[in-house]
């Protein structure tokens, strides 16, 4: 290409002038001035790591070729997204969430107006889904205040009643540091909604700060585990014998890794966690893809009774969707054995995690609002959808998502990357790496030190009571009383959508089996 720049000459060039300019500030060292031998030192270290680049390694072809200036073009790249996010991206180009969704979050952490100006930055080309409004919004005083009663399906003593329509999705202490449980705990029960535990095992931080808990077990049962990975009865008991616990989530699947277990890298297990996990330290603690009780539908409804039966509080599982004909046999499963969970938690494909293999992230899962369409559908059609509860997750951080799930079929939202960001997190993306630079899912203490447990926890409770003041407000304008009364004839969903696609799908699929 005319006027490129031949990087080969410019490199040999400067492995040429790196040793010429240190035997150069030598000499001016030695007859002009003492302070030239400043430069002398650097530039022999710049010489000494050059020929190490250039003659001794052997892993990097680029530094081979290249010498030092082959590690310049290795910082730029390791910086490139921090350059395209602060510099070079618009608002509306990042990935997995823009600056205008993170901007939104933020403000309403913050309690700060989130009002825009001037028009919507987003497109209106027909390919976006759209809430209906109604000529006659309603009074704000005629809508009746949102409640949902886990386990009164199944008339439990110690069934389980949210009053928004919000949840905080599993993430678990190992994933998250110390400051960030306790911060997102602690902001909860000042939200007035529950948070759900992960599956790190005996949440010793979620349970300190007192607020309602939602247990998950994992496939690897952490914290109530027999030895062979089943479930140890007792230590589950136990558990739930405090107060905090409110219900109990099996895991099936998650979104951002369906048909793998769960994945700590090794970077973040502490003495602490190794103790609580019953892990050993220095090695990536991979979690089985399957419960060892749960190899078909049978088994698995058994297993979800087993655990119904034993701490008699609501009893939800949570999996991502695929094959929708094997959703299927596992409702017509329950009904047979007359046996549902309390709810069933929808985890999208776009859901997040932290640390998965990039092609299960990429590849696997069907996405969350055709999902929730897909098991609304299907437990309807089944004549049993109210026999249990839809939770709908995976990146539902702004009101305008949770409509549309609301609207397709979920009871209420869950959110773990919303609620990240309103803790203060800036999507680095270095999760699994022990390196948040936002002290959040990291465990050293210099970057935890960062995260202020109170003042976090106030950012949480805003985002909740900002979340929930758009709720209504939507609820009004859209021309509906009752939660429970929001449906699909009030989104706007145009033929040129994935999501119109997904459902013409889905409904010949479902109607043909």
């Known amino acids: 290409m005319a006027g490129s720049v031949d990087l080969h000459k410019v490199s040999k060039f400067a492995n040429m002038a790196i040793p010429s300019l240190a035997v150069l500030f030598f000499v001016g060292g030695v007859y ?7 430069l002398t030192v650097a530039f022999i270290l710049l010489t000494v790591v050059n020929l190490f680049y250039l003659h001794i390694q052997r892993k990097h072809t680029i530094l081979r070729n ?3 200036l082959g590690q310049a073009r290795y910082f730029i790249e390791s910086i490139g997204p921090e350059m395209r996010q602060y510099l070079f991206a618009n608002d509306t180009e990042e990935r997995p969430f823009n600056r205008i969704e993170r901007s939104e979050i933020y403000r309403k952490a913050k309690g700060v107006d989130s009002a825009s100006s001037f028009g919507s930055q987003l497109d209106f080309d027909n390919s976006e889904i759209k809430i209906r409004h109604s000529m006659y919004p309603v009074n704000m005083d005629q809508i009746t205040p949102f409640s949902l009663t886990f386990g009164e399906e199944r008339g439990l003593k110690k069934a389980f009643t949210i009053t928004k329509p919000y949840m905080i999705s599993a993430m678990s202490y190992g994933a998250l540091g110390e400051n960030a449980v306790r911060a997102l705990t ?7 909604i529950p948070m759900n535990t992960g599956e790190g095992g005996t949440p010793k931080y979620h349970m300190e700060e007192g607020g309602d808990l939602i247990f998950q077990m994992g496939t690897a049962k952490f914290g109530v585990r027999n030895d062979d990975g089943s479930l140890n009865d007792q230590l589950l ?5 405090n107060d905090s616990i409110k219900m109990i989530e099996i895991k099936l699947s998650q979104g951002a890794k369906p048909g793998k277990g769960g994945l700590l890298p090794k970077e973040k297990i502490t003495k602490e966690i190794s103790e609580l996990r019953s892990v050993p330290m220095g090695v990536d603690v991979v979690s089985p893809a399957h419960h060892i009780e749960c190899t078909d539908g049978e088994s698995t409804i058994k297993f979800i009774k087993r ?3 034993l701490t008699q509080i609501p009893c939800g599982i949570k999996l991502c969707v695929g094959k929708t004909t094997e959703f299927r046999e596992i409702i017509r499963e329950m009904k047979a054995q007359d046996i549902f969970p309390d709810y069933i938690a929808i985890d999208g494909a776009e859901g997040g995690t932290g640390a998965a293999p990039k092609a299960f992230m990429d590849g696997y899962g069907m996405p969350l609002m055709a999902a929730i369409y897909s098991a609304n559908k299907i437990l309807t059609d089944e004549g049993v959808r109210n026999r249990t509860k839809i939770l709908a997750s995976g990146k539902l951080i702004n009101s305008n998502k949770q409509f549309i799930a609301l ?14 960001l309103a803790l203060g997190c800036i999507q680095s993306m270095l999760c699994g790496n022990n390196t948040c630079p936002a002290g959040i ?3 050293d203490p210099e970057l935890q030190r960062g995260l202020d447990v109170e003042e976090k926890s106030t950012r949480i409770a805003n ?7 758009d709720f209504y407000e939507m609820l009004a304008a859209s021309g509906i009383r009752e939660a429970k009364d929001i449906n699909i004839d009030h989104l706007y969903i145009p033929s040129d959508t994935a999501l119109s696609d997904q459902i013409q799908f889905i409904v010949k699929e479902t109607s043909e089996y």
Not at 32 to 38: E, M, R, T
Not at 463 to 469: D, I, K, T
């Open 237 to 241: 008991l136990d558990l739930i014998a």
């Open 463 to 469: 985002y909740v009571n900002g979340l929930e003041h």
């Open 66 to 68: 290249f010498g030092i």
């Open 441 to 443: 899912t990291t465990h």
């Open 307 to 309: 655990v119904q039966d």
């Open 407 to 420: 609207a397709l079929g979920a009871d209420a939202v869950c959110s773990a990357r919303g609620f990240m």
């Open 186 to 192: 602690r902001g909860a029960k000042l939200a007035g």
């Open 32 to 38: 002009v001035s003492f302070y030239f031998h400043f």
